[in-house]
Every structure is written in C-alpha cells, then in structure tokens.
C-alpha cells in the first residue's frame, strides 16, 4: 500500500496527517491477525515481490496444523535479487540450495496439480500387480507344507471344486431365514424381501454364469483356430496406408543420411565418391497379408508367423485417383570417376522393387520397460525379391540387367546366401530390445569363449584326383564371419590339433559353429562338413569338457570332432553406498574407441590432404589388431572407430596406436604415433570423452580416444595368488555403541534396526548383530580385520536392516590404518608396530558434508610376525596358457594357413602417460630417447629404462624369519591364509569359510561357473585360539552374498584342518542332508599375530552347563494350607530355558532333574532360578528369586552351589541347591537367510573342543581369562583330513530308562563320565538303515500357558500323524497315551506340536518342538529314553522314545494304545483336516 507525494514543496500537516492515519489502519490490521505488506512506492515490482514473500511464513493455512512441523521456509535476508544468467544453466544448483539449506517460497499448490517432484516410493508391504496379491514370486513350499496342501485333494474330487457352494449357501441361508420370520412371528412383508433377494441373487449369479461360458466357449474356439488358421490384418493394413504417407520421407531421410556416411568411408581408391541422390521408398505402403498366432506357448512368449508383401506396382486395391498420384521406389546411387577437376558422375538406377514373404516373430516378454526383452526374426522360406537394376543409362537410356541369362538368377542367389545365416529358419535375427534401450552397445562383449579343438575322427572325404584331406576347422557364430582358424593338418583322416582359441560373444542367444575345412593352395578350399553347438547350454554350466559332435553335411554324417568349451562371463559392477564399482581384476576385455583426431601434420603429402587411418597393436607385435575405416582428404579425421580385445595381464599391456595416411599403390607412411600403457588409458574418467592424447614422431598431432575395462571371471582373476600381499596384523576394532544414529523408519513410526559392516576395498569382512527399533544401539562386540599395508583405509558402515529389500545406510565413519601404525626398524621380527590405541567417539558421515549421530568404538593395531614364504605359487590364467602354448609349438609339425608374424617384433617405448591438460594447447611429445621412457619387452610388460638398471625391489614374502611347523603351532592366534583352488560340486555355488564362532564367513569366493569349480582364490582369516578353533566350509548356492542358501558343509577343528592343509594341497569332501558329497582342494599358510585376549573372548568364556536341580529347601508357603506347589524355572538373559516338575504341597522339594544350557558369554551371562508356586486357576506366584554366579566354575569339575531366593515383598526365605558341570566349547551365532543377521539369545553348541575328552578330571583349566594347557592342543591325532563333527541341535535331555540317577549318590564322584547320555556325539553304531518300530508315549507337558487350556498333542514322525486326547483345563496336562510309528536313519526327527481345543472355533497353536530320535536311540546300547524337550513358545514336554529294531511297522498298521485305555482315541470329527504346522520343515 504506497501513496503518492509531491516531490517539492507542498503542505507538511496534511502528508503527516495521512501517514499516522494509515499507520493506525495497518497496526489496527496486524493486531488482528491479518498479513499486511508495505513497501516503497518507488521500489521496482523484484523488489516489492521480495518484501511480499518475506511475509509468506505469516500466512496461516484455515486447516488446524499439528504442532509438530518438519520444516519451515526460510525468510529471504538482505535486498540482493536472485538473478540467473545463461551461464548459470549448465550448473547444478539443487545441490547448492540442498547444502545451504535455503528453501525458495513456493507457489500456492493447485488441487489436482501435477506432482512437480519424484513420486514417493511404494512400501515394501504394498501389494501391488497380480503377481504380488498372487504370492507367485514367493519362495517354492516346503516339502511338509505341500503335503498337508495335498490333504484336501485326498478327500475332494474335481467336481467339487468350483462355485458351486454359493447356490447351497443361498438355500441354506433362504431355508433358515424364512424359518426365523416365521418362528418369530414376522408378516408376509419380510418373506417377500427375503424372496426378493434370493431372486436378484439368483438372476445375477445365473447372469454372470452365462456370460463366463459364453466368453469360455468362444475363447476355446479361437484357440483352436488361431493355431490352424491364418487371419487377416486389414485394420493394421489401413493404419499403414495413413500412416506411410506421413513416415516415409522421414524413413527415407534417416536412411540416406546413414547410408551416405558408410559409403564416404567406403569409397574405392578408383572412384572418387559414391552418394546416393534420390531414396523414395514409394507411396504405397507394406501390407501384412495374413497372420497366424501360436496360443500354446510359454506365458512370456509370443510368436505369430506374418505373410508381409511389398508390391507398388500393383495398383488391383488401390483407386484410380490414387493410381494416377501412385510413386514408385526409386534409387539412385551416383558414382563420380576420375580425379580432380577429371571427374564425371554415373548414376546406377534401382527401381519397381517388389517383395513377399513368411516371416516368424517370436518376442520374449519382461516385467520391466520396454517390456519386450528380445524379438527374434527368420523368414520360413525364402522371400521372393524382383526390381529394376540399370546401371547404365539412367531412367530413359537404362538397360535393365536383368535380361542377362543367368545374371538375376545369379545375384538373387548372392542374396539369399547372405541372409540366409543371419535370418532364414533355423537362423534368427535376434535384436535385443533391453540392451538397445539401456545405451549398451550391441557389439559389446558379454563375455569371453575358450574353445580347445582336440581332434576330429573319421572324416569321409577325398581330395580331387585322389588322396587324403588336408583338414582344419574353421570358427563362427551363426555361419557369418570366420573368428579363428586352426593349422591345417596334411593328409589325415584323423587329425590332432589341441588347439585354443579365444572367442568374444555379444549373445549366448546363438550357435557356434565349427567348420572342418580341407586345405587347397591354389583354389579354394573344399568344405568337409559342419558341427553345430548350442551356445545357451552355457548357462547351465559354463564348463563342458569331452563334448563329441557329429560333422554334418547335407544331413549326412561325415565323421565326428571333439572339443572343449568354456564360457567367462564379464563380472558386473558391484554397488556400493549407491556407487557402482568394477571389481580389480588382471584379466579382462579392453573396449577401446578411436573417436577423432585433430591436426595431424601433413608435411609428408604434397596435396596437404591426408587421407587418414588408425592402426592399433598390442605389446611388440607387428601386426596390428584393428584397422579403422579410411577418411579421405581431411587433417581432422572423425573414426568413431570400436574394438574390443582380450588382455591378459592389465598391469602390464602397452597400447600402440599409428595414424597412417592411405596411399593406395605407393607405401603408407606414419603421419603420428602414440604407445601408452594400458593403466594409464584406464585412468582417465571415461565420461568425460573429451582427454586428448598428443602424438609422436610429428610435428602436430593429437587423438581423442576412450578406453572401458571389463573384468572376467576367471579362475584367480579377483583375489589370485599372484595379487596377494601378506598381512602386517591385523586392527582390533571393538564397537561399542552408537548414539542418536539416522531414524529412515520414521513415516513408518518406527525406528531404525541399526548395525555395523566393517569394509575394506569395498569387501565386507565383519559384522555386528542387529539391534532392533534402536536409535542408540550398544553392540560391544570385538573384529579382528586383516590389514596389508598403512594405506588402507576400513568403513565402518552404520546400516539399517531391512527384512524384504536391501539394508540401508545409516552412515559411516572411516579409520586410516597409518592413524594407529606404523613402519618399526627396532625389532627385526616385527615390520610395523602400534602407535597406540585409538578410543573414540567419532561422527557418523551420512552423505556429502553432513553427520548425524555418533560412533563410539576402540581401535587398536597389532602387528603380525615376519614371517618368510608367506605366498602361494600363481597358476597362470587359461590366455597366458594359451599363449604359451602357442609359442612353444610355433615350430611344431603342424601349418598354418599364413605365416605367422609373432616373432616378426620391434621394440617400442612408452611415449606418454597421461592426456592433454587443455583441449586447446598441447604440449610436445616426450622423446623416445627420454631417461623416464618405458619399454615394452617381449611379453608386453612396461618396464622402465631406470628399474630395469637398478637392482630388483625387496620382496617383502621372501624375508623375515623362516618357523618350522611346531614353532609356528606355539602361536595360538594368528591369521590363515587360504588358497582355495576348486572343486568338483553337485551344484553350481560359492564356498564360505567361517572360522570359531563368526557368524559373517571370514571371506567367500564367487559363484561357480560350473559343477567342476575353478576358483584360485585366495582369502585369509583370524583365529583366536588354535588350539581349540573350528572350522566351517560351507557351500552355498546363493549369488547374493547377503544371503545364504548351504548345499553342502564341512566341519572341524582348526589345529587338525592347518596341520593337513600347511604347505600342500589337500582335498575335503563337503556333504548335504541327503548324503550327496562335494569335494575342494585348498591349502593353507599361517602367520602368528600376539594377541592378549580379553577374558571375554577365550574360548573359556562359551561352552555348555549341565545344571543339576537337586532340591529346595525352607520355601516360603503361599497357600492356605501352609504349604506350596513349587516349580522352578531357570532364565538366561531373560529368556526361559528350563522349568521343573512341580511338587505339590511341599516346602523342601526334591527335584532331582537335569538339563543343559548353552552360554555364549560367562563374563555377559544373567543366569537365573525362580521358583513359583502353582496354582490352578490364578496365575502361579513366585516365592523368590536368585541369581547364579558362572564365572568361577571350573571346567569338567562338578561344583555345588546354594542359592539363596528372597523377594522384594517377602525379604529372603529359602534356598535351591544346584550342581553344575561347564564344558568349554564354541556357540555359533545363527543368521537367517536374509541380507542381514538375527540371533538367538544363547546361540548353539557345535561340539566339543578339539578331542579332549568329556571327563578330563579337574585342574585342566583355572578361571575364564586362562588358557588350556598345550600338551591338550597338542593331543590331536595327526590325521590325513580332519574329521567333522556333526550338528546337534541344542534344548534337549535325556535319560536311558533304566539308569541310576547319581543325585543320591557321593556327590564328589560325579563327573561327566556318569552322563553318557548327553554325549554331543552320536553313537558309533549309527541309526539304522532299514525302519523300525517306534513307539512314543506322550507323557505330560509343563507351563505351556499361563492360563489353564484344554492342551493336547499332535506329533508327527514322517508322513504319519496322531493326535491325543483333550483333557480339562490345566497348565500341565499329563496324557500317557503311546502311538506307534516307523523309523529309520531316513527319518531323524519327531515334530510336535500342543494346541489348546475350542469347542467353536480354531484351535490355538501354544507350543511347538522337534526331538532328535538318534540322539538319544542309541541302537546297540539304549534302545528306550525318556525324553524331556523344551518348546517353542514356552514348556517342557516329557516323552518316552521305545524303538524295537526287530519289528518292521510297515508291514502292518499302526496300533494306538493307551496306558490307561485301551480302546482307540475318539476323534471329535470324521476328517482330521489341519493347514501347515507353524514352524514345520518336513525332514523327508
């Protein structure tokens, strides 16, 4: 609001009169709330639009706003207007406002406004398209789960299935309601109503019945005729008349301008140019004739045969109106002879072209956009093509050749021998639509084919005028170009060649052909026959040795070839915090494209015109590897010329690149060359293509090129024995905690499940356990990581879990191993030492320059001992073989079809190492007689003139202090070095290798390419305690290394496995649970690290408590009566582990009852007993609490304990006398199969350690921080492959029926060997082979539910199931009810599960577990146990296992008996239908 004032002069009293008026008007607004804007009346409208949208943030929305807002826009402060000049377009300024935090005022958002931003992501949750509300993508049904889905179709036939239960329904629902109104008296009103619905749900029912047949029927029909019968496409054809009339001339643009530029550089030296000056394609546009469509084919395939014509000169369907404006196709190619100013043009006329055809189109279909992956094109027969060629005379004088004799015929012939490789049935034309799309090149590489041709037998053939073939095999795709040749072989029919050869493939889509050839010198040479092979039977297995195929020609059998073939994929980028990285490999494809150059120096051409090429040769070669196109008359050629080429050694390869001007009879001279080693090409950043290169040995000159890496997989191509670098210690992270880390579940309200990876050189070699809906996470765990030299540097990477999709980043903080270590030349056996620890709470980087929360951990290195020999010998890759096996039979017997010019070499030197600084100047070459070149020797390595006189460079594995075996064994902890070197698998699948109790693998190789595993890896990984390790190598068959899929396992113990493997190769034979084996050879070195275990981490501190609860005594009593009901339940952490027996109406109870408990962590352990009293219908009441003290146990010594209970309510009153009995072993950490890792509260015991004994008497080890005694370590038998100790699983006791309970005996002669029944190992004799008779009594269950239920059991051995009867309401039911059922070493498991009975309703699942019946059937030695299980959700269970070996129940039926009943259960219904077992995994 602004008024106006005279500029001079003027009464002041009216002006001052009118300003204090409208002051008092504006004030008067404000205080009421209203927004109101003031500015200078002579300000420009940028100016009084700024001060409006300072006042933006005061204006309130009608709608009530919550308190809590995310953001809020930012005034704009200072008078400075925002401007934007041209320049400022190219430059990024979100990110600067991002980074600034300055948010623009936005304008008013319009409902129903087009989203300006990116859509917001959808929840994982979200069920979106069919196939997600379907469930089809969801993993395949377990074998159990099946089985009960089978249930149905038992009881069912097909015409029960359908809607046919809707029309019953209705009856049922018409009959019950009709019934109700009348019982009750309702009019005749509500009977029409009701009469009314059943009518309007008859009719519609019947409606849509009709309709669906209808659409079915007809459905069915055109089925039946799409596949006998063609079609017509007259729609189609009338879109196209419309449509061509429109497109043609932009089709007819594109092609002349592509095909003109081909035949510019294509041009023969004797003409001087070819150009094509008029392309019309005509007016009439191609029909489709007729189509046919395959229905039966698979749901992501469509395939029709198509009859397409193109015929203009038929005028039979066309008006005359449009006859009389009809053009015809026309081509003229003009050719211009002579040179100079001698120069005159010819113009060769193609006219009247006419085409017709079958054509079969099959498209493979995809979820993802263009949703056509690949379209496969052939002709079903051959096309018949007719025009008018004149080549001579033009369109009045020409003269048509094909009034030749012969010469159509001829050229017609030319044509189909042509296409018919690239697209007549067999042969497709394949273009790939998704590859085309994603900006890849269609001639990149995908991946490398090695093919050995060993020998050909039998070969029926005979030269002309007699005598024996001079065979050799020519290499192709699809018949086209010829890729490799072998020598040819004199006068055999059974020739040897044992060649290699090297194939670059775009597509595993075609075949591979193998020509056999017979060698002719003065005419061409006589095809013997052909071998065909299937390129897609590499994706199964990428390895296939001894194949034999069957030589062909004109279906006849000519003999037979063998061969080998192997297929090297290109390893894909791996993506890490959103960045994609190529893995580090020596082996790979080299793209490499010459795109232009730019002043070349044409001093050497009298014209001053070049006509230009590039020449490019690898190492010392002579002959050049690729040739570009020749462009003529310019000093600035334009190539955009591609090849791609295998190395097979990437730090050593040198790059020659000639530029030569074309001189057709004359010779070719060098206008400029450059030589640069292949690691500096692959330096510079290939997106921005604009790094020129200068030439040398001329005076101007520069090149632009670009150069792409791809890594192989082959076998020591990641982490070979040639690129390991021996370790000098190893960092001690210990990860404490975090605080106030990123919440990214917050739209969701929830928070964060944060965990740490810990990442060297983008590999991830250790984590921490989850933390579930935790901002501050405390996760104090310890992470040995091995280190190489100071200049690495590790990620500790905060993540957060996700179940379903990739884990996110939450952040990360980075430790520079120089800030803790360094270089020592103080102690010869040390070559670095510790700068000290590092204890810090450092900012987590969550992107860019911001932090949020902080990571609290402690950092320490110790150095490893200098060890000698710490090295493996490298096997060189399958090229290197390959090429030295060609230059070792280069004087071989055998001929090649030209001479071979690898010994034809010159020496080269490197002439620069990095690009132009400045696309505008260019600095001059460097000189070839420079004291820093670098030469190429004889196998293309780089090598400077000065390492070359200088002395050789310390190998750091071939110093230090050499250790025999046993001095080495001393060592406790230490890193091992693993050379995994492969392996015969029954399945494609990686191996993991886990060491103690880690459950992250110390290192994994990559997936297999094939059964016969190649792998050459080399991974290393820390061991704690030697004496007492173990040792897991797993098979697993997942690709994601998030995720684990074992197929096969091996397991033992750390001491034996290093003894076998050290300094040999040793072979280990991997096993499934169907007894399927798998075999690895590894071998192993080991380099001793000093290291001070914290208690907390010796293997003294994990292990397994037997727990005595012998009895209670003085308990208080809480019933009326003065006594109590006590029960006893033991927690660890706080999760339950075991609940006794009650004993009613008792205060000093006499329990008497064992069970075991695995404790990952005496040092962290909370071990517990309360003890309850039980009622009946109230919840149970506890009579006191107390804790259990774990640290000062002894191992394998029985030590009593009093435990005093007391109460907060009640003060201390009685105690509980306990024994326990400790023995050390390693608790392994579960994960699930997913991208991250989830634990159990106490874990799982694996076995024992090493091969101590059970009972090994007292004194062996004092306290948790000591360590076992070595002549313990050291009682190992030396063993040709260490054995492995099979799994048990863990919540499990028993007794043999029968045994003495030791409880009432001397309690100080009570040692392990009094409880052979919980021997972690199973019996010698094994379960048996062939199925006896089990018979199970269902004894009694404990706690199962804090309130009273009605519980009964179903348990399951195998495909057969029983259930016991339901009893009244209690918490402990007690059932002795026995059931027999068949077993065998096929059946392991027993599966139970308790349910509570509802009279209405579903039954509720309370509890479940599993019994391993060998575990505890010793066959032999104990044939009856009584069992006690705990269960999964909470309880005991008590059973009696009885197996008869001699009495085979498959022969008969199953008898159901009753301890106290003998007539069988009766079952509340005829059927027992039930769905799938929560938790179920069926064994069998």
């Known amino acids: 609001m602004a008024t106006d004032a005279p500029s001079n002069g003027g009464v002041k009293q009216p002006q001052e009169t009118a300003e204090t008026h409208l002051h008092d008007i504006m004030s008067h607004d404000t205080s009421k709330g209203a927004v109101v804007h003031s500015f200078d009346p002579d300000a420009p409208p940028e100016q009084k639009a700024v001060a409006a949208g300072r006042q933006r943030d005061q204006l309130k929305s009608i709608v009530q706003q919550d308190g809590n807002v995310d953001g809020k826009e930012l005034s704009i402060d200072g008078e400075t207007l925002p401007t934007i000049t041209v320049e400022d377009t190219d430059e990024v300024t979100n990110n600067k406002q991002e980074k600034s935090g300055s948010v623009t005022p936005s304008a008013p958002i319009v409902p129903g406004e087009f989203p300006s931003g990116l859509a917001p992501a959808i929840p994982d949750w979200y069920k979106v398209g069919w196939r997600a509300v379907a469930n089809i993508d969801a993993p395949p049904l377990e074998e159990g789960e099946e089985k009960d889905n089978h249930i149905l179709q038992l009881f069912l036939a097909e015409q029960y299935y359908g809607q046919w239960y809707h029309n019953a329904a209705l009856i049922c629902f018409a009959v019950f309601a009709s ?140 008006t005359p109106h449009q006859a009389a404006q009809k053009v015809n196709p026309k081509i003229v190619l003009s050719v211009r002879l002579g040179k100079g100013l001698a120069t005159a043009s010819m113009p060769i006329l193609l006219e009247d072209i006419t085409f017709s055809g079958m054509m079969r189109i099959r498209l493979k279909l995809m979820a993802n956009f263009p949703h056509v992956q690949i379209a496969d094109i052939s002709f079903l027969e051959k096309p018949v093509i007719d025009y008018v060629l004149k080549p001579v005379g033009g369109e009045s004088l020409g003269f048509d050749i094909a009034h030749i004799p012969g010469l159509q015929t001829f050229i017609r012939d030319m044509v189909h021998d042509t296409l018919g490789p690239m697209m007549y049935e067999p042969n497709v034309f394949t273009v790939n639509l998704e590859q085309l799309l994603s900006g890849v090149p269609l001639d990149t590489a995908i991946g490398v084919i090695q093919v050995t041709v060993e020998a050909a037998r039998g070969l029926k053939a005979n030269k002309i005028g007699g005598g024996s073939p001079d065979p050799y095999v020519s290499i192709s795709i699809n018949n086209r170009e010829e890729l490799a040749r072998t020598k040819y072989k004199p006068s055999t029919y059974n020739p040897t060649w044992m060649e290699t050869k090297f194939i670059l493939v775009n597509s595993l889509q075609e075949s591979l ?228 880390v990123k919440n990214v579940e917050a739209t969701l309200g929830g928070k964060s499940d944060p965990y740490v990876r810990v990442l060297v050189n983008n590999v991830t070699l250790g984590r921490t356990e989850v933390i579930d809906n935790n901002l501050n996470p405390e996760w104090d765990q310890i992470i040995y990581i091995p280190v190489h030299s100071l200049r690495e540097s590790m990620f500790m990477e905060v993540m957060d879990y996700q179940h379903l999709t990739k884990d996110r980043s939450l952040g990360s903080v980075e430790l520079h191993v120089s800030d803790i270590a360094r270089e020592s030349s103080s102690d010869p056996q040390y070559r670095y030492e510790s700068t000290g620890a590092k204890d810090v709470a450092e900012p987590i980087l969550t992107g860019g320059s911001s932090y949020k929360g902080q990571l609290h951990y402690k950092a320490e290195f110790v150095p490893a001992l200098n060890v000698k020999d710490v090295q493996f010998d490298a096997d060189e890759n399958e090229i290197q073989k390959a090429a030295h096996k060609v230059q070792r039979n280069h004087t071989d017997g055998g001929l090649s079809r030209t001479p071979s010019s690898s010994s034809d070499e010159e020496e080269r030197y490197v002439t620069v190492g990095h690009p132009i600084t400045e696309a505008g100047t260019h600095s001059p070459p460097p000189q070839t007689d420079s004291s820093q070149s670098v030469r190429a020797n004889g196998n293309g390595a780089a090598n400077t003139d000065e390492e070359a006189s200088s002395p050789a460079e310390k190998d750091p594995a071939k110093e230090g202090i050499e250790l025999s075996r046993e001095e080495l064994f001393k060592h406790q902890s230490g890193i091992i070095i693993f050379n995994v070197i492969g392996g015969h698998l029954h399945k494609k699948a990686r191996l993991d290798v886990f060491l103690d109790d880690t459950y992250w693998p110390a290192f994994s190789t990559l997936k297999s390419r094939s059964t016969n595993a190649q792998w050459a890896h080399v991974g290393e990984g820390f061991v704690k305690e030697l004496d007492f390790g173990r040792i897991w190598l797993r098979l697993n068959e997942s690709g994601d290394s998030d995720k684990d899929d074992v197929i096969a ?112 962590s005496r040092e962290a352990a909370d071990f517990s007993v309360e003890v309850f009293d039980w009622n009946q219908v109230e919840q149970s009441k506890s009579l006191g609490h107390g804790t259990i003290n774990l640290r000062d146990i002894e191992p394998f010594e029985a030590t009593e304990q009093i435990i005093e209970l007391s109460s907060e309510k009640h003060g201390a009153k009685g105690q509980v006398a306990i024994r326990l009995i400790f023995q050390p072993e390693i608790i392994v950490k579960s994960r699930k199969a997913t991208s991250t890792l989830t634990f159990s509260s106490a874990g799982r015991a694996v076995t024992q350690i090493g091969s101590i004994p059970f009972g090994a008497g007292k004194g062996v080890v004092r306290g948790i921080g000591h360590v076992f005694k070595r002549d313990f370590g050291g009682s190992h038998e030396k063993l040709d492959v260490p054995h492995a100790i099979p799994e048990v699983p863990a919540g499990q006791a028993s007794r043999p029926i029968g045994e003495h309970n030791t409880a009432d005996g001397d309690t100080n002669a009570v040692t392990a060997s009094n409880f052979p029944s919980l021997s972690r190992t199973p019996s010698l004799s094994g379960p048996p082979s062939e199925p006896g008779t089990l018979k199970v009594t269902m004894i009694s269950a404990k706690d199962v539910s804090m309130a009273d239920t009605k519980p009964y059991a179903v348990l399951r051995v195998g495909d057969k199931e029983f259930k016991t009867k339901h009893g009244n309401k209690t918490s402990s039911p007690e059932w002795n009810e026995s059931f027999n059922f068949a077993a065998s070493a096929h059946i392991p498991r027993l599966r139970l599960w308790i349910y509570d009975h509802k009279t ?82 069926e064994d069998n």
Request: net charge neutral; charged share 25%.
């Open 513 to 740: 052909v193998l020509n056999l050839l017979d060698y002719n010198d003065h005419r061409k040479d006589t095809p013997l026959g052909a071998a065909t092979f299937n390129l897609p039977k590499l994706l199964e297995d990428a390895t296939l040795e001894g194949l034999e195929l069957p030589v062909l020609k004109d279906g006849k059998d000519k003999g037979m070839i063998r061969f080998n073939i192997n297929y090297f994929p290109v390893l894909k980028p791996e993506s890490v915090d959103g960045t994609e990285n190529l893995p580090h490999t020596n082996v790979g494809i080299v793209r490499l494209t010459i795109h232009q150059a730019k002043e070349l120096d044409a001093t050497k051409s009298l014209s001053g015109d070049l006509n230009p090429l590039v020449k490019i040769f690898l190492a010392n070669s002579t002959s050049y590897t690729h040739k570009s196109q020749i462009i003529k008359h310019t000093n600035n050629p334009i190539w955009e010329s591609t090849t791609e080429f295998i190395c097979a050694d990437k730090s050593s390869s040198v790059i020659t690149i000639k530029v030569v001007d074309e001189r057709d009879f004359l010779k070719d001279p060098v206008v400029g060359y450059m030589s640069v080693r292949l690691v500096d090409l692959l330096q510079t950043d290939p997106a921005l293509n604009r790094e020129w290169w200068p030439l040398s040995g001329c005076k101007s000159g520069k090149i632009r090129l670009s150069c792409e890496w791809k890594p192989l997989q082959m076998a020591g191509a990641l982490s070979g024995a040639d690129q390991y670098v021996p370790p000098i210690g190893i960092v001690r992270l210990w990860l404490r905690k975090a605080t106030d």
């Open 179 to 318: 019934h109700f109104l009348t019982r009750f008296n309702f009019g005749w009103g509500w009977l029409i109503i009701l009469l009314s619905i059943c009518n309007t749900y008859y009719v519609t029912s019947m409606t849509r019945v009709r309709r669906c047949a209808r659409d079915d029927i007809q459905r069915e029909l055109i089925k039946t005729r799409l596949a006998s019968e063609h079609e017509s496409a007259d729609w189609m054809n009338n879109f196209l008349d419309r449509f061509w009339l429109i497109y043609e001339p932009v089709l007819s643009a594109t092609v002349v301008a592509s095909v003109d530029q081909i035949l510019s550089t294509t041009t023969p030296a004797f003409l001087d140019s070819l150009r094509l000056t008029t392309f019309t394609l005509g007016t009439k546009a191609p029909r489709i004739d007729k189509v046919r469509t395959f229905p039966k084919t698979a749901d992501d395939i469509v395939m029709m045969d198509w009859g397409i014509s193109f015929t203009p000169n038929d005028i039979s369907d066309i």
């Open 1400 to 1481: 209405l309703g579903k039954d509720k699942l309370l509890a479940e577990g599993e019994v391993d019946i060998w575990r505890h059937i010793q066959v032999g030695h104990s044939a009856a146990a009584e069992v006690t299980v705990e269960l999964q959700g909470g309880g005991l269970a008590r059973l009696r296992l009885e197996f008869d070996a001699e009495n085979n129940p498959l022969a008969r039926h199953a008898s159901v008996v009753s301890l106290e009943r003998s007539q069988l259960p009766a079952s509340s219904s005829r059927f027992s239908i039930r769905g799938r077992r929560p938790g179920f995994n």
């Open 1049 to 1160: 396992e091996w397991k033992g113990d750390t001491k034996a496995f290093l003894d076998t493997t050290l300094d040999c190769r040793s072979s280990f034979t991997l096993t499934d649970a169907d007894g399927r084996t798998s075999t690895v050879d590894l071998e192993t070195r080991y380099v001793p690290v000093p290291v001070k275990l914290l208690a907390r981490e010796s293997i003294n501190n994990q292990g397994t408590f037997r727990v005595d609860l012998l009895a209670g005594k003085d308990l208080r009593s809480a019933d009326r009566t003065g006594k109590s009901d006590p029960f006893a339940v033991f927690t660890l952490n706080g999760t339950k582990v075991f609940t006794s027996q009650t004993k009613k109406k008792n205060l000093n109870p006499d329990w008497s009852e064992t069970f075991e408990v695995h404790v990952p």
